[in-house]
């Protein structure tokens, strides 16, 4: 059984059809690459898979853990155990790092969080994320740069351990340190029991990591699906002979 399993999805985005007919399955242990030009829909098929209530499903359907969550809320979806990064991380004045990954830990789990644990965890994922202690009393991304809002997105990943991680453009805007760590990240997190998607319009968070399948999504449309040297085909030649 899948982990994620998309069907014939369409979606439209202010009546602008944006997703023609997606279909896509993820196994558990697996890690897949969306890739495709600006504006081929590939932000779209990860809030079509959170259900962000500004992309409209037209048709189709999303199964999730052998669970149907087409039409189920966000933050129910979020519970499932799905994780999403996003390519602007939002600040949040008011609310520390540590505070708000231990609440969204807390409403993920339903379980209460051992404080003392909680923090020994935290420090360590810091620590190995190359991220400074004294960020986790932060407020959360204010003031952060465009590296230390992704590191601390790959903070959140580690820390809530969510079942399917989806990673919207993580690693634009990186310089070359960033998108190491980062990488590194993604492979602590990386298991036999999740799985990874990786939405991007380039390959340079692609270099460290091992790659199971490459979809190429243009206008729309799944046009191929590979193994990792896909994306080093696309590297090279770019996307001129997908459309």
């Known amino acids: 059984m899948s982990l994620l399993e998309i069907k014939d999805l369409y979606v439209n985005v202010e009546e602008k059809e944006i997703l023609k007919g997606i279909d896509l399955k993820i196994n558990k242990g697996e890690v897949h690459v969306i890739m495709g030009p600006n504006g081929s829909g590939k932000s779209t098929?990860?809030?079509?898979?959170?259900?962000?209530?500004?992309?409209?499903?037209?048709?189709?359907?999303?199964?999730?853990?052998?669970?149907?969550?087409?039409?189920?809320?966000?933050?129910?979806?979020?519970?499932?155990?799905?994780?999403?990064?996003?390519?602007?991380?939002?600040?949040?004045?008011?609310?520390?790092?540590?505070?708000?990954?231990r609440f969204a830990k807390n409403k993920i789990t339903g379980k209460p969080i051992k404080i003392f644990e909680f923090k020994n965890e935290l420090k360590k994922h810091m620590e190995e994320l190359g991220i400074?202690?004294?960020?986790?009393?932060?407020?959360?991304?204010?003031?952060?740069?465009?590296?230390?809002?992704?590191?601390?997105?790959?903070?959140?990943?580690?820390?809530?351990?969510?079942?399917?991680?989806?990673?919207d453009e993580t690693d634009s805007g990186l310089d070359v340190d960033s998108v190491n760590i980062v990488?590194?990240?993604?492979?602590?997190?990386?298991?036999?029991?999740?799985?990874?998607?990786?939405i991007t319009h380039n390959t340079k968070i692609l270099h460290a990591l091992k790659v199971d399948y490459v979809h190429v999504l243009v206008n729309g449309k799944i046009v191929k699906t590979g193994t990792g040297s896909l994306a080093?085909?696309?590297?090279?030649?770019?996307?001129?002979?997908f459309k």
């Open 45 to 101: 098929t990860a809030n079509a898979i959170l259900n962000n209530p500004a992309y409209k499903k037209i048709k189709g359907s999303i199964l999730f853990d052998g669970a149907d969550i087409t039409n189920l809320k966000t933050d129910e979806i979020a519970r499932k155990g799905i994780f999403m990064s996003f390519q602007l991380p939002e600040e949040i004045p008011g609310i520390t790092v540590s505070n708000f990954l």
């Open 132 to 167: 400074k202690p004294e960020y986790s009393e932060r407020y959360l991304n204010v003031g952060f740069s465009g590296g230390e809002k992704k590191k601390n997105e790959i903070l959140q990943l580690l820390t809530l351990n969510p079942k399917l991680a989806i990673l």
């Open 183 to 198: 990488s590194k990240g993604i492979e602590m997190f990386k298991n036999k029991e999740n799985a990874i998607l990786i």
């Open 232 to 241: 080093q085909e696309i590297e090279e030649t770019g996307y001129k002979s």
